[in-house]
Nanobody
Framework: QVQLVESGGGLVQPGGSLRLSCAAS????????MGWYRQAPGKERELVAT???????NYGDSVKGRFTLSRDNAENTVYLQMNSLKPEDTAVYYC???????????????WGQGTQVTVSS
């Protein structure tokens, strides 16, 4: 069984910063990619950022230059540093991992339970 445990959400003022963490645990053979998506009320889930096992990153257009995603492969953990936060960044942020539970299994996508980020004065 694989679990993604998220932490670091909360309330922050516009212009402030938050750091989200997501740790993958359980039966894991290899992780191809981890990242974050977000969903605001009434909107579709959208890409925030992803990072491959080799360290290649991909960011959504709305967060480029403000958010930074990093990864600790030894701990199966990713960190999303969010700076210069705006009210439109308010959403539930979901951790995502594309991994193999064993050498005999195909890649499977897992999701965390979500953590609320609210940017408001």
């Amino acid at each position: 069984q694989v679990q993604l445990v998220e932490s670091g959400g909360g309330l922050v003022q516009p212009g402030g910063s938050l750091r989200l963490s997501c740790a993958a645990s359980g039966r894991i053979f290899s992780i191809n990619m981890m990242g974050w998506y977000r969903q605001a009320p009434g909107k579709e889930r959208e890409l925030v950022a992803t990072i491959t096992s080799g360290g290649s990153t991909n960011y959504g257009d709305s967060v480029k230059g403000r958010f930074t995603l990093s990864r600790d492969n030894a701990e199966n953990t990713v960190y999303l540093q969010m700076n210069s936060l705006k009210p439109e960044d308010t959403a539930v942020y979901y951790c995502n991992a594309d991994l193999r539970a064993s050498a005999y299994k195909l890649h499977t996508v897992y999701w965390g339970q979500g953590t609320q980020v609210t940017v408001s004065s």
